[in-house]
């Protein structure tokens, strides 16, 4: 049976945003009938403001490839980092090598992340830490962050981290240590501007390139098999 995805103006006019956000929209929009009534022109300012609030909790569906093994990227951003690394010592894995791949995300970005691979969240940790600029190497090390390691549906080792930025001041992790989760899944989000890294085992080679436009749920960014197989007319 051939599917088919309806497109509404709702999509780009008045998107769905995430629960996080209401609480700030109403703050900045408050804030907005103040300046309104000290200085209309304020008013306008105030109203701007507060539709970029809005925009930034926005929460589109996504459609996430139906290929076996895949790793997608967790953010919408660009991809500001590959390196070969160790694993985080906070998730037991700093004897293994992996390729980390940074997404950085900016205001302007969706900012809710995703499960990047089909598996179950062996280990999550909240580690608290400074506010340097999310585009720094260090931010891996130095900066708040919250940890996940993930056992993959073909048994193999992936991590990412959600790593808080110069203007991020809180992690949102929603998912639980122990339970499954198909690529794609919501799990979080940091508010305001951040950046998140994939740790790829040993031997997985990353499919993208440096200041590659990623979205979240849908960019491919590896596939742990090596290479999509189709069946009956569908990759999997």
């Known amino acids: 049976m051939i599917k088919t995805f309806e497109i509404s103006w709702r999509r780009y006019v008045l998107p769905n945003i995430h629960n996080e956000g209401w609480k700030f929209v109403g703050i900045f929009a408050a804030v907005t009938a103040v300046l309104a009534v000290i200085w209309a022109p304020l008013g306008v300012v105030g109203l701007v403001l507060t539709v970029w609030c809005y925009l930034f909790f926005r929460d589109p569906e996504r459609v996430v490839p139906q290929i076996k093994d895949v790793v997608v990227s967790p953010a919408d951003g660009i991809v500001q980092m590959i390196a070969k690394v160790a694993g985080p010592e906070e998730l037991g894995l700093e004897k293994q090598k992996f390729t980390r791949v940074s997404v950085f995300m900016s205001v302007f970005n969706v900012h809710v992340n995703r499960i990047p691979a089909d598996g179950k969240i062996t280990k999550a940790v909240y580690v608290p830490g400074k506010f340097l600029n999310a585009t720094l190497d260090k931010a891996s090390k130095d900066n708040e962050r919250q940890l996940i390691g993930m056992k993959t549906a073909g048994s193999k080792n992936i991590a990412f981290v959600q790593i808080a930025g110069l203007v991020a001041r809180r992690i949102l992790f929603e998912a639980t240590e122990g339970q499954e989760y198909k690529a794609g899944d919501r799990f979080g989000l ?10 790829l085992p040993e031997g ?16 491919i960014i590896a596939n742990l098999s090596g290479e999509a197989k189709q069946v009956d007319g569908v990759i999997k």
């Open 204 to 219: 997985v080679e990353p499919q993208v390139c440096l200041g590659q436009t990623m979205v979240a749920g849908e960019s």
């Open 190 to 199: 940091i508010r305001f501007g951040s950046r998140l890294d994939v740790y």
